[in-house]
């Protein structure tokens, strides 16, 4: 039994304009059906190999949550930082070890404290609020403008700026500062 419907459809695979005998038809031929399975099926695998890369990559982590006492090497590794800051964490008494043998341990409830610990003394600091935007830039020198009004070097000009935190406005390759504070402070 054979379909008298014609709907005009796209083809989700190569984009061509086809007449389809069913609406679910999703391919405008055998072809584009056959390269869009292989392209999902590409996909698929893609996907699963990235994400084994990722639990593999991830293995030695979890590993290293589960233990009770890590070694200098393991507490580089699950914090990200290096020996010589820890053995510093150490050295001012931040960081309380034992001794296994020869070996220094260290207790991952101790370490995992003290993160928490500094992260709660580390206050976020406010974003800073655009004040370029208090200015126009014709009521404002560029840096060559101050260099050749005052007879200062650019270096000096930098300087001062970074100093006194001296809003600047970038436009392009130029700098512009206001005149008002510029002039403020070099007369």
Aim: one cysteine or more; proline letters at 3%.
């Amino acid at each position: 039994m054979s379909s008298n419907i014609q709907v005009q459809r796209i083809c989700q695979h190569c984009g061509n304009e086809f007449t389809a005998r069913t609406t679910t038809t999703l391919y405008c031929s055998h072809r584009c059906n056959s390269a869009a399975y292989k392209q999902k099926v590409r996909t698929g695998k893609v996907e699963q190999s990235n994400k084994e890369t990722q639990r593999i990559k991830n293995q030695p982590i979890e590993e290293l949550k589960a233990k009770a006492f890590l070694s200098i090497a393991d507490t580089c590794k699950l914090i990200g930082i290096s020996r010589r800051t820890v053995y510093r964490m150490i050295e001012r008494g931040e960081l309380i070890t034992g001794k296994a043998g020869k070996r220094i341990i260290i207790r991952r409830s101790d370490l995992e404290r003290l993160i928490f610990e500094q992260a709660r003394t580390v206050a976020p600091q406010p974003e800073k609020q655009p004040e370029q935007m208090q200015f126009d830039i014709s009521e404002c020198y560029n840096l060559t403008e101050i260099q050749s009004k005052y007879g200062i070097s650019e270096t000096a000009v930098q300087n001062l700026i970074k100093r006194n935190s001296i809003p600047k406005i970038k436009k392009g390759w130029f700098a512009y500062v206001p005149k008002s504070v510029i002039d403020k402070l070099l007369s």
